[in-house]
């Protein structure tokens, strides 16, 4: 009886399918058209997100690159500086930095709308949302470029201020001048044609100019150069964790780039291999440079390689062609290596060469998008390259080593000589990074009250024993 009534109801169902069937419209071109358009939208924001969250993992690899080439002593602070100009940066960017670099924009110089993501109604376009995260997490890494400039002697407070001035005022300003019309802007800049698709300069430039300013502001840390002129290396803790920083900043990269198009079609696939080809030959170079000027392969300048590379081809990516990204990235390897020993020189100490990859390599791959743009270069788009370059750095520069100024007059950028001695870690975050290693110094071992001290190897800056608190 109940295999009955089971059959029953099936037939039942089966003869109201063609009944349901014919009373649906038929469809027409435009509701085909209405459902790809639907398909491809949510497409976009799923790929703009995704690409976001691998921009925000960048975030780590900045960190453990900044962490390994500098000392043990200094891990706790450089985490947390990593981990709050994100927080606090994203704040800012939501609050002010947005509305400045996106709103709208009656001169082309900066947006006066969209302050507090006020563009976003719960009924309205949810794009704002999608767009804004992308964009907060590059707006991040302008403002932890510097803290690598910066390593093992700012105060912590006067870095939690400059974050706040760099994603809320000077990054956005200068992005809106170059991207103000990816949204609700006009940037002059843009205007007259500026090549800049994923911000060799106005991201990579920006936070490169800025950590110049901070590195010339606080001088150089305590025995880098001797007083007969002399260089004196500071060396890492960590290579191995420096090393897997580049790794996932290359991996972020190709987030970085091919996001960029925040759309999800088949353009993104000659960004990836751009940046994959740059990446590589920038690694080779440095690497090959530096075997030539020091007698070995060297590490440091082999990873920065890599990075240089990735920096250069950010301009350039979406319209240069593979063979173009080779030589770019070549270029940046090439360029990296005599930058950082130029500053070195010139006795701007900068622990992690944050200024030679993103300031200085920045320009270059900015210039770069103009020489082998791949639908043909003119002496007017480098010309217009070049006034995008100028223009960053008279804007960056003088805005940064201001603020650093007046915060070192103000609340204190750098810690006393005995906080630097001492490192970061205890002084300024009252915690040990590596509570079960002794640091050895250069002179033998350090202690905290009596126990050994925080950290792997560290080379102090003074020949005599150093004690870490």
């Known amino acids: 009886m109940k295999l009955k009534a089971f059959i029953l109801l099936m037939l039942v169902a089966l003869m109201s399918v063609p009944a349901a069937m014919a009373s649906d419209p038929d469809p027409t071109v435009l509701t085909n058209k209405e459902a790809i358009d639907l398909v491809q939208t949510h497409a976009n924001y799923l790929w703009t997100l995704v690409a976001a969250c691998l921009v925000f993992f960048m975030q780590a690899g900045f960190a453990m690159v900044e962490a390994g080439f500098t000392r043990a002593k200094n891990a706790i602070n450089i985490m947390m500086k990593n981990l709050m100009d994100f927080s606090i940066g994203s704040i800012a960017f939501w609050a002010i930095g947005f509305g400045l670099m996106f709103g709208a924009s009656a001169t082309g110089w900066f947006g006066t709308t969209g302050f507090f993501l006020s563009d976003f109604a719960p009924d309205g376009d949810p794009w704002v949302l999608a767009f804004w995260m ?94 007969d002129g002399k260089i004196k290396p500071i060396m890492g803790h960590n290579i191995p964790l420096a090393a897997l920083g580049v790794f996932i900043l290359w991996l972020g990269w190709f987030g970085f780039n091919p996001g960029s198009t925040t759309t999800a079609d088949t353009s993104i696939a000659m960004i990836f291999v751009n940046t994959n080809l740059s990446a590589a030959a920038g690694a080779c170079l440095a690497m090959i440079v530096s075997w030539m000027k020091f007698g070995k392969p060297e590490v440091g300048m082999s990873l920065n390689g890599a990075l240089a590379g990735l920096v250069g081809i950010t301009a350039g990516c979406a319209n240069v062609s593979p063979t173009s990204s080779i030589v770019i990235g070549a ?31 920045g320009a270059w791959g900015t210039l770069a998008a103009g020489i082998f743009n791949i639908g043909g270069t003119s002496a007017g788009i480098i010309g217009v390259q070049l006034l995008g370059i100028a223009a960053c750095f008279v804007w960056t520069f003088p805005m940064a080593f201001v603020m650093f100024k007046l915060i070192d007059k103000t609340i204190g950028l750098r810690v006393t000589p005995e906080e630097e001695l001492e490192g970061l870690d205890y002084a300024e975050h009252g915690g040990i990074a590596y509570p079960d290693f002794g640091v050895s110094t250069h002179g033998g071992i350090s202690t905290i009250s009596g126990t050994p001290s925080s950290g792997l190897t560290s080379y102090a800056p003074s020949a005599k024993p150093v004690t870490q608190s």
């Not at 870095?159 to 002059?188: E, H, Q, T």
């Not at 930058?339 to 390599?361: E, L, N, Q, R, Y």
């Open 331 to 361: 270029i940046a390897g090439i360029i990296v290596v005599f930058s950082v020993m130029f500053f070195d020189k010139i006795k701007i100490d900068d622990p992690v060469g944050a200024v030679s990859v993103h300031g200085v390599c």
């Open 134 to 227: 992308f964009q907060v997490v590059f707006a991040a890494t302008a403002a932890t470029i510097v803290s690598g400039a910066m390593a093992e002697r700012t105060k912590f407070t006067g870095y939690i201020v400059y974050s706040i001035f760099v994603s809320g005022l000077i990054y956005p300003i200068f992005g809106s001048w170059a991207w103000g019309s990816l949204f609700n802007g006009s940037g002059w800049l843009e205007g007259f044609g500026f090549i800049d698709f994923a911000g060799s300069t106005v991201v990579h430039s920006v936070g490169g100019w800025a950590a110049l300013a901070g590195a010339i502001v606080l001088g150089p840390r305590l025995g880098k150069y001797t007083k």
